[in-house]
C-alpha cells in the first residue's frame, strides 16, 4: 500500500543552522504530498503541500519540492528559529484511497 | 471559523469506565478522521467517514471501541470498556475532500488508570 518514510531519529541543531528533513513515498498512482507540523500540546497543522511533480510547496520558510524521479519530498529550512522546535510529519494523498498515509514523525528541537 | 473542537482536552478515568471523545468537525467539510497517538505507534488512523457515514473502520483496534456521526456537525468515538493500553492522544480531523489538507483538532488526552 502507499507509505512514506522519514528519517530516523530526533534532530537536535542550534539557531540559524540549517535544517533538511528526509521524506520518500511509495504509492501506485499520483500522490499530493503534504508536511504537517505538530507544536508541544497540539494538533497537526499543515505546513505545507504539493500536488504534482516539480511542484515547490513553501511556509514560513520552509520549502519541499516533489520530486517524482526519486520519490521524495524532504523538507528544508535556510535558518531555522527556537520556535521551530515540533514535531514534523510527512504525509501522502493518493486519489485511489480516501486518507492520508503519515510518516513517524521527526523531533526537532533547536537550541539556542 | 473555530476550527475542529474536541471534548474533553483532558480525560482520566480508571480502568473498565466508558469513555466518550468528542468531535465538532469545520462547518461545510464533509470528511471526518479519527486519530489516536502513542509514543510507541506514532499516529494511526482509526476510523473516517464521509458525508456521515463510516468508510472505512480498519484501524479501529477492536469491538471495545466504536464512532457514530450522528450528523455533520458531531461525531463521537467510544471506549467502552476502556484499558490501559487505551492511554494516548485522540485526535479528530475534517477535510473538505479527499485528497485535500486535513485540519487537525487539539485533541484529547487520555490516561486509563
Known amino acids: 500500500g502507499d507509505s512514506v518514510t522519514q528519517m530516523e531519529g530526533p534532530v537536535t541543531l542550534s539557531e540559524e543552522a540549517c535544517l533538511t528533513i528526509?521524506?520518500?513515498?511509495?504509492?501506485?498512482?499520483?500522490?499530493?504530498l503534504f508536511w504537517y507540523v505538530q507544536y508541544p500540546g497540539e494538533g497537526l497543522q499543515l505546513l505545507l503541500k504539493?500536488?504534482?511533480?516539480?511542484d515547490k510547496g513553501s511556509n514560513k520558510g520552509f520549502e519541499a519540492t516533489y520530486r517524482k524521479e526519486t520519490t521524495s519530498f524532504h523538507l528544508e529550512k535556510g535558518s531555522v528559529q527556537v520556535s521551530d522546535s515540533a514535531v514534523y510529519f510527512c504525509?501522502?494523498?493518493?486519489?485511489?484511497?480516501?486518507?492520508?498515509?503519515f510518516g513517524k514523525g521527526n523531533q526537532v528541537v533547536v537550541i539556542p | 471559523d473555530a476550527g475542529v473542537i474536541q471534548s474533553p482536552r483532558h480525560e482520566v478515568t480508571e480502568m473498565g469506565q466508558e469513555v466518550t471523545l468528542r468531535c465538532k468537525p469545520i462547518?461545510?467539510?464533509?470528511?471526518l478522521f479519527w486519530y489516536r497517538q502513542t509514543m510507541m505507534r506514532g499516529l494511526e488512523l482509526l476510523i473516517y467517514?464521509?458525508?456521515?457515514?463510516?468508510?472505512?473502520d480498519s484501524g479501529m483496534p477492536e469491538d471495545r471501541f466504536s464512532a457514530k456521526m450522528p450528523n455533520a456537525s458531531f461525531s463521537t468515538l467510544k471506549i467502552q470498556p476502556s484499558e490501559p493500553r487505551d492511554s494516548a492522544v485522540y485526535f479528530c480531523?475534517?477535510?473538505?475532500?479527499?485528497?485535500?489538507?486535513?485540519?487537525f483538532g487539539p485533541g484529547t488526552r487520555l490516561t486509563v488508570t
Open positions: 504539493a500536488t504534482k511533480a516539480d
Open positions: 504525509a501522502l494523498s493518493d486519489s485511489g484511497n480516501n486518507r492520508l498515509a
Open positions: 462547518s461545510g467539510h464533509d470528511y
Open positions: 528526509n521524506c520518500t513515498y511509495t504509492a501506485t498512482g499520483y500522490p499530493s
Open positions: 467517514f464521509n458525508n456521515n457515514v463510516p468508510i472505512d
Open positions: 480531523a475534517s477535510s473538505l475532500r479527499h485528497d485535500r489538507e486535513q485540519y
